[in-house]
């Protein structure tokens, strides 16, 4: 049925560097500290660098005050990194929305190659775009009415028009998971994915590009986060191929549901560390709470 597959080796490397990449459009709920401490806890197990990075993209959604508390509340859980937005380091700036000539170089590179195409269809799935998508509201399949035109040649900035990646269709894109195993996604709109957004036309970089640009240029060797994002490492593998960035490793957490087996991300206020916090629960009782160990 496929085209063909595409394996994608991961390298190890000699020293690890991980990431914490918080979007600070609400309040850290009780999933991610899971995730952030799971993060954490093999930066150390593998004597690495941490660092956090602020995924701020979407001016729509990011505030200033959520940024300053995901910085406390994650110390507050006894989360310890050595380069980020709060203490700097060799690969800043650490806030994504300080990083745009990053994004636009790589935007540059993929259109002049042929991988980007303008889409000028209006979709409401345009707006959760900046965002990492979840199990639940993963990007839209788009199907593709776009693909074909001839006129891109003019565009010598991506904003005014939606930016999409040209999927190999029918290609299936397997890696390794260093949690959940093997994964096998296959790309093309009858498929698992379809040509999904690079950049927005109100002119803001899409969570996919930030992040693949971010994680290469930070030298990031594992990437942890939530299995909710397994179908977009997929989408990112593709992305890094066409820029010839090597992949990290990954490891994707299970994700923390309730006993109704709703995920604790969609009862954010609740369960926020804050919140929990001050109830006068202790951080080891909030890593109770989300599963851990
Ligand atoms: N910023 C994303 C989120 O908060 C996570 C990005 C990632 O780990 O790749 O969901």
């Not at 300053?68 to 990194?81: H, K, P, T, V």
């Not at 990954?250 to 954010?268: M, N, T, W």
Request: proline share 5%.
């Amino acid at each position: 049925m496929s085209q063909g597959s595409a394996s994608f080796s991961l390298t190890y490397s000699a020293s690890y560097r991980g990431r914490l990449a918080p979007s600070p459009t609400g309040l850290l709920h009780v999933g991610h500290a899971r995730t952030f401490w799971i993060a954490a806890q093999r930066a150390i197990e593998n004597q690495g660098t941490l660092i956090l990075r602020n995924e701020d993209l979407d001016p729509q959604r990011a505030r200033t005050e959520f940024a300053l508390a995901m910085i406390e509340d994650l110390r507050w859980l006894g989360i310890r990194w050595s380069e980020g937005p709060d203490c700097g380091g060799p690969y800043g700036a650490y806030s994504q929305s300080e990083r745009r000539a990053h994004y636009l170089g790589a935007w540059r590179r993929l259109r002049e190659n042929g991988f980007l195409y303008p889409c000028i269809c209006s979709r409401k799935d345009l707006a959760q775009a900046a965002n990492a998508p979840n199990d639940a509201d993963d990007e839209l399949v788009y199907p593709g009415t776009c693909r074909e035109r001839k006129d891109m040649a003019g565009f010598r900035e991506p904003a005014g028009v939606n930016w999409r990646f040209r999927v190999p269709n029918g290609e299936a894109i397997e890696f390794a998971d260093l949690n959940l195993g093997r994964q096998r996604y296959v790309a093309g709109n009858n498929f698992d994915f379809g040509d999904f957004l690079v950049w927005r036309r109100d002119d803001v970089p899409s969570y996919q590009l930030a992040v693949v640009v971010d994680d290469a240029a930070m030298r990031i060797t594992e990437v942890v986060r939530g299995a909710d994002l397994l179908k977009s490492t997929a989408r990112q593998l593709l992305l890094m191929r066409a820029l010839g960035y090597a992949a990290p490793d990954y490891f994707h957490c299970e994700l923390v549901r309730d006993g109704d087996g709703v995920r604790l991300a969609k009862r954010h206020d609740a369960l926020s560390i804050r919140h929990l916090r001050e109830r006068g629960m202790t951080p080891e009782k909030v890593l109770e709470m989300a599963g851990w160990p």
